[in-house]
C-alpha cells in the first residue's frame, strides 16, 4: 500500500499567531553544495489570509511550478534574502556562512519576527525563538515559501553568472560538481565564482600551480 505524502500546511504557522507569537518567518537557504556561486537564504512571513496554494520543498516542484509560485509568494509575503559569496565561504566556512546568511535574511524582513521557523537542525544567530525542523520545507509553509524563494532566486543569478561566464554551463548544473562543470574546470580553470576551500576546487588550484 502506497503512503500518501503530506505537503506542507499553516499549522505551526496559525498556532504561533494565536499564541501571540507574531509575526512568525520561515526561514531556508540554498546552496549549500555547489562549487561555485553564493549561498542564497530567504525569510518568509506568510499572510494567513493568502497563503498560496501549492507550497511544497522546492526540489520536489518543476521550475514552471516553482516560477508560478515565487510570483504568488513575493504578490502576498513579507520576503527578505541575503546572500554568502564565495568569498564569506571561503573564509569562514559553509556552515558559519550559511548561518550568517538566513540571520541577515531574517533581519531584513520589515517588522522583526517574534518567532522564526527554520528548516534542518542549526539555530542562526537571531534576537528571537527559533525552532529547528528537519525537513521543515516539506512540512511548514513559510518555510517552503522560503525554499522557494530562494531556490528561483539563486537558479536565476546562476543563469547570469553563465551569460557573464560562457564556457562554464552554470546556467545548467547551477555551480554543482556535475560531469559538465568538471570538464569545464578541466579546460577553462578556476573563476571567480569558484569556492576555493572546497576540495575539488582546491585541488584543481593546486594542479595547476
Known amino acids: 500500500m502506497a503512503v500518501r505524502r503530506t505537503k506542507p500546511d499553516f499549522a505551526l504557522e496559525r498556532a504561533a499567531w494565536k499564541a501571540g507569537d507574531v509575526p ?38 518543476s521550475a514552471a511550478q516553482r516560477e508560478r509560485l515565487f510570483e504568488a509568494i513575493c504578490a502576498t509575503a ?3 534574502l541575503a546572500f554568502a559569496p564565495p568569498a564569506r565561504i571561503d573564509g569562514h566556512n559553509i556552515r558559519q556562512a550559511t548561518l550568517w546568511a538566513l540571520s541577515r535574511a531574517v533581519a531584513g524582513l520589515p517588522k522583526a519576527p517574534r518567532l522564526v521557523l527554520v528548516d534542518g537542525n542549526d539555530v542562526p544567530p537571531v534576537p528571537c525563538a527559533a525552532r529547528t525542523i528537519v525537513g521543515g520545507d516539506g512540512l511548514v509553509a ?22 557573464a561566464h560562457p564556457g562554464y554551463g552554470f546556467e545548467r548544473h547551477m555551480g554543482y560538481g556535475t560531469p ?24 584543481r588550484l593546486a594542479a595547476a600551480e
Open 142 to 163: 513559510s518555510i517552503a515559501a522560503a525554499s522557494i524563494v530562494a531556490k528561483v532566486t539563486r537558479d536565476r543569478l546562476m543563469a547570469s553568472l553563465g551569460a
Open 24 to 61: 512568525v518567518a520561515g526561514v531556508d537557504e540554498v546552496g549549500r553544495g555547489p562549487w561555485a556561486g553564493p549561498v542564497v537564504a530567504c525569510a518568509v512571513v506568510l499572510d494567513p489570509a493568502r497563503v498560496p496554494d501549492g507550497l511544497d520543498d522546492s526540489k520536489r516542484l
Open 78 to 80: 513579507e520576503v527578505s
Open 180 to 203: 559538465e562543470h568538471q570538464a569545464a574546470l578541466a579546460q577553462l580553470g578556476v573563476c571567480r565564482h569558484h569556492r576555493t576551500s572546497f576540495a575539488p576546487i582546491r585541488a
